[in-house]
């Protein structure tokens, strides 16, 4: 008989995207003219701005759905979570240069960028949606030959990414469920948890 797996166990099984994975993703979208997918130059410059935002705040691939155009013009950027909890997430400078070229080219296509407009939207000009976001993720990872990576993965980057940053990750999970609008902290602690590759590569290095 197969074995059940506890849900603890099941919850904690973290997948983020090794770095120099990120660094070829990240390579991979800015050098793009026109993508393999054939999208346009428009589209290739939305999804660079999507997987940034989604790796450098960590947001719901809803919440990403869900930004409006004031939202983005301001520094610490409001975002509804789930249940209706609101949060702000900051934008650091690199992101913020992005995000206010992308709201002058919609500007310069003709798109609304009026408050309420959605920041980002479909080739026919709807709010974009969660399917298109998964769509965009793994066909963008696919073609930057990382394989296949979901948007929950670029939650989970910046997420490991930011306690690995930290001189003290322990003290900076409650920073970190901020951010990620956890309203249990018990849910951010699973970023601590290390991977057995890097159990492995810290057994070596102590050997």
Known sequence: ???????????DRVKDIPMPLVRQLRRHM?????SARNTTAWQNN???????MMLDTGLRREEVCWVNVE????????????GDKKRRVPILTGLRRKLDAFLREKERRGEDV???APLFVSRKGNRISIRQVNDIVSG?????????HTPHALRHTFARNFLRRSEHPEGA??????????????????YLKRTLP?????MERTA
């Open 1 to 11: 008989m197969k074995p059940v797996t506890p849900k603890s166990e099941v919850s």
């Open 30 to 34: 800015n050098s793009l003219e026109r």
């Open 46 to 52: 939305r999804d660079r701005v999507i997987i940034e």
């Open 71 to 82: 939202d983005a013009r301001e520094d610490l950027m409001p975002v509804i979570g789930k």
């Open 114 to 116: 009026d408050d309420g």
């Open 140 to 148: 963008r990872a696919s073609d930057a030959g990382i394989g296949h």
């Open 173 to 190: 999970v409650g920073d970190l469920g901020t951010l990620l609008g956890h309203s249990n902290l018990q849910t951010t602690f699973i």
């Open 198 to 202: 890097e159990i492995a590569a810290s």
